[in-house]
């Protein structure tokens, strides 16, 4: 089992930056790459980043290519997504989840665990 708890979303103006972090506990964390999802009201979850277990491989949605940054850190089982420029239309629920066999794509179904999610709001 590993555990997920998402932290840092809120309220930012348009063109602001947050920065998210998930932090595992549980089974070891550098085994598992770790993607970020989203959901807004009325929407299907939505793919935001990836990346593998070591940190060298990231992969994006073109939504956000640019503007959102992913990284890890396994000694201190966290995983963070920098979030820059952001836009009205990046306003959701925000997950990150844990994949056993390191998969770093877009489908949710290849992920393991998922944290509770963080709300992420930006105002225009």
């Known amino acids: 089992q590993v555990q997920l708890v998402e932290s840092g979303g809120g309220l930012v103006q348009a063109g602001g930056s947050l920065r998210l972090s998930c932090a595992a506990s549980?089974?070891?964390?550098?085994?598992?790459?770790v993607g970020w999802f989203r959901q807004a009201p009325g929407k299907e979850r939505e793919f935001v980043a990836a990346?593998?277990?070591?940190?060298?491989?990231?992969y994006y949605a073109d939504s956000v290519k640019g503007r959102f940054t992913i990284s890890r850190d396994n000694a201190k089982n966290t995983v963070h997504l920098q979030m820059n420029s952001l836009k009205p239309e990046d306003t959701a629920v925000y997950y990150c989840?844990?994949?056993?066999?390191?998969?770093?794509?877009?489908?949710?179904?290849?992920?393991?665990?998922w944290g509770q999610g963080t709300q992420v709001t930006v105002s225009s």
């Open positions: 549980g089974r070891t964390f550098s085994n598992y790459a």
């Open positions: 990346i593998s277990t070591s940190g060298g491989s990231t």
């Open positions: 989840a844990a994949s056993g066999i390191g998969y770093i794509g877009s489908a949710y179904t290849a992920y393991d665990y």
